[in-house]
């Protein structure tokens, strides 16, 4: 794949996810998920979600923000955990830290719409998903939304980066395929997105 789409298959092995797991359980404890509504609409979306670092991204009827604190608890979001804050430095490709990682949960049937990324003010840094748990299909497409589009399965442990041509283009989550994956104990899927929003 070329164009900034970086595939890393199976990055963490199973004693690296478990760890991770272990360390995103303390930081969910204190941030736990919560279930964002569609801008206007106010329909909920299908993943629960919550995030670290400085800021977080957020939606609710208002619309589409980063913010630095937890919409219900009105805590501040725990740090980006030192293995993840690696994980960027190894493959970003970028010199300056992400300020903010998004925890998404997909529980049976959850999904997400095709999208783009595109609320950060720094396109020049790319996103780095990490997969978790139940493996998903992920759609891509091209930066217009009537695009072509193909898939890509994302296994637990895989990492994707979008970055270059690839950071702006449509994406999302078709679904997640139930019991592929023993990883987490109440099943389902986690995928956390690190993204730099500020400009340097
Ligand atoms: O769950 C995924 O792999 C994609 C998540 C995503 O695109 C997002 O949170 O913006
Ligand atoms: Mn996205």
Redesign the pocket.
Known sequence: MSNGLKYLPSYFDRAAQETLVAVLGECLAKAPFYTPVMPRSGRPFTVRMSNLGQLGWVSDRAGYRYQARHPETGEPWPAIPAVVMEVWSKVSGYPHEPEAC?V?H?REGAK?GL?R?EDEEDFSAPVV?I?LGDT?I?RIGGTERSGKTETLK?ASGDV?VMGGASRLRY???DRVLTGTSTLLREGGRI?L?LRRVKRP
């Open positions: 998004l998404n997909y997400m999208h990324d998903s997969s998903a992920f994302l994707l994406h999302g989550i995928n997105t």
